[in-house]
């Protein structure tokens, strides 16, 4: 047994690296601790810090108890915990409406998000169009990545767009089934170059600008190209034009992969308190106090609905340019951030509400079910006791 595990392990390394078939025989499935296992890059905090104001123990209690009528649980907080949750935050009118952790979490534990990762990218790029960095989402992606138009020239037709609203075109496939190492979400998550994987391994199966197909390649080529436009890496362009202007308390970070190139699909960490503040970004337009963080017009062709693909009790799910909106017929649909597990950036406009939520997937309840309960309660909290600002 021993000796046809090594001889396997040996023909494997002819086709894959070493690190790559150790993490995915020994690591397998994604797990939420990978953010310990991977390298990663810092970005510094804010040294103007902006706190939201804290609302007393009984209102807060008001508002559990309005999550427990809505989600139909007699003790919400005990529903958090068998959910698995380890962050649960709300946030209405820069007011801490909810704030709750679990599994020894506090507000400076960093949680790891996953696909909302892909919503801070977009943010990153959005400014860099602001910057002048790239012109605009129309761009090619050749013009960062000729290798791509070398190795194969329809790569020209695929712009940066495309690759935000998961309109590539690029072959890609999210089964994961044993052997494991030539699946695509395997390759995209586990291998230790992902920049070669995003220039050398990547192929076109259909039309640009046609089907929404959710993957992973897409986000490693907008990363590629950031670096390559901003001439820095990803975490520094955040730290500078983002993430130290919006008041955040405590550092992030990026997971990498063994070349210090940040992993675009999945790899931001960060604290519940500080996630919220990219939220308030996003019902407030871009703006931070009395500054345009992000222009309030790339906030918009960021999240405005493009794809719809699902309708989930008359709430219509749509992907923009990297983010989440869920509609209920009226004109200010939610926009959220998601991940795997069910991590959320959850806004909604109506009652300027942010939810934030951190944790593992249990049992079968999952996205559906979070946006379900997020969207009832804060179209519901208009008659939250909390007076706007």
């Known amino acids: 047994m021993v000796l046809t595990f090594l001889l396997l392990s040996t023909l494997l390394t002819l086709y894959y690296p070493p690190t790559y078939i150790y993490r995915v025989f020994v690591w397998q499935e994604s797990d939420y601790a990978d953010g310990e296992k991977f390298k990663f890059s810092s970005i510094k905090h804010s040294s103007n810090e902006f706190h939201f104001n804290e609302m007393d123990g009984y209102l807060a209690e008001q508002e ?10 007699i003790d919400f907080n005990k529903f ?45 790029v959005a400014k ?10 129309k761009e090619p992606i050749t013009k960062y990545a000729p290798e791509l138009f070398d190795r194969d ?11 935000l609203k998961m309109k590539s075109g690029i072959q890609y496939s999210p089964e994961t089934s044993f052997p494991w190492l030539n699946r695509d979400d395997v390759i995209a998550y586990y291998h230790p170059n992902l920049k070669k994987v995003a220039l050398e391994k990547t192929q076109i199966s259909g039309e640009p600008n046609k089907e929404f197909q959710y993957n992973n390649y897409n986000p490693l080529l907008i ?8 001439k820095m890496k990803l975490t520094k362009f955040i730290e500078m034009y983002i993430w130290s202007k919006i008041g955040t308390e405590f550092d992030a970070r990026w997971s990498t ?25 996003v019902l407030e337009n871009g703006k931070f106090r009395e500054s345009q963080i992000v222009s309030a017009e790339l906030m918009k062709e960021l999240t405005k609905p493009i794809s719809e693909m699902k309708v989930f009790e008359e709430r219509v799910w749509a992907y923009g340019h990297s983010w989440w909106s869920i509609s209920d017929g009226t004109k200010n ?11 959320f950036i959850f806004t909604n406009p109506k009652t300027n509400i942010i939810i934030i939520r951190n944790g593992l997937k249990v049992g079968q309840f999952y996205v559906d079910d979070w946006t379900e309960i997020f ?13 706007e600002n």
Request: net charge negative; aromatic share 8%.
């Open 333 to 343: 649909p939610s926009i959220m951030a998601n991940g795997h597990m069910g991590q």
């Open 153 to 163: 020239p329809d790569f020209a037709k695929i712009t940066i767009g495309d690759l």
């Open 128 to 137: 860099a169009i602001e910057l002048g960095f790239i012109t605009d989402i």
């Open 223 to 230: 990363g590629l190209a950031m670096e390559r436009a901003t």
């Open 80 to 124: 958090l915990q068998e959910r698995g949750t380890y962050s649960f935050l709300v946030i209405r009118n820069d007011t801490i409406l909810i704030e709750k952790y679990f599994q020894n979490c506090n507000r400076e534990t960093l949680q790891n998000s996953f696909s909302v990762s892909k919503s801070i990218l977009g943010l990153a």
């Open 64 to 73: 559990l108890s309005r999550l427990s009528k809505i989600s139909n649980q």
């Open 257 to 281: 992969d063994e070349n210090e190139f940040e992993k675009m699909e999945s790899g931001f960490m960060a604290s519940p308190i500080d996630m919220a503040k990219i939220g308030r970004l």
């Open 375 to 387: 969207q009832s309660y804060s179209n519901q909290n208009i008659h939250s006791p909390v007076q």
